[in-house]
Nanobody, 124 residues
Framework: QLQLVESGGGLVQPGGSLRLSCAAS????????IGWFRQAPGKEREGVSC??????????NYADSVKGRFTISRDNAKNTVYLQMNSLKPDDTAIYYC???????????????WGKGTLVTVSS
């Protein structure tokens, strides 16, 4: 059974940092495009970042709102993708989801497997 599990969310003060993890089971993350998305209260879900597989060029994409503050990375040995979030702002408060596009290794691509999300709250 293909499964994605996010972890690492929590409460952090403005300016702080968190690292989110997305662990996969049932398939190999390295072969596919993996994205991080978020949904804030009362807002639509938005894409945060995406990483293409190495065989598809290994590029990373970021939403303008997080460029320079967030970094997506892979640890293929652990079958895990991370989202390092620095200089967090209250506007970053949301449920963060990771997702896999198993039909392609290149971002952007439709995501067909989703985790259940982890809550990030940025507040003083």
């Amino acid at each position: 059974q293909l499964q994605l599990v996010e972890s690492g969310g929590g409460l952090v003060q403005p300016g702080g940092s968190l690292r989110l993890s997305c662990a996969a089971s049932g398939f190999t993350l390295a072969n596919y495009a993996i994205g991080w998305f978020r949904q804030a209260p009362g807002k639509e879900r938005e894409g945060v970042s995406c990483t293409s597989s190495s065989s598809s060029g290994g590029r990373t994409n970021y939403a303008d709102s997080v460029k320079g503050r967030f970094t997506i990375s892979r640890d293929n040995a652990k079958n895990t993708v991370y989202l390092q979030m620095n200089s967090l702002k209250p506007d970053d408060t949301a449920i963060y989801y990771c997702a896999a596009g198993t039909n392609s290794g290149r971002c952007p691509t439709p995501m067909n497997y989703w985790g259940k999300g982890t809550l990030v709250t940025v507040s003083s």
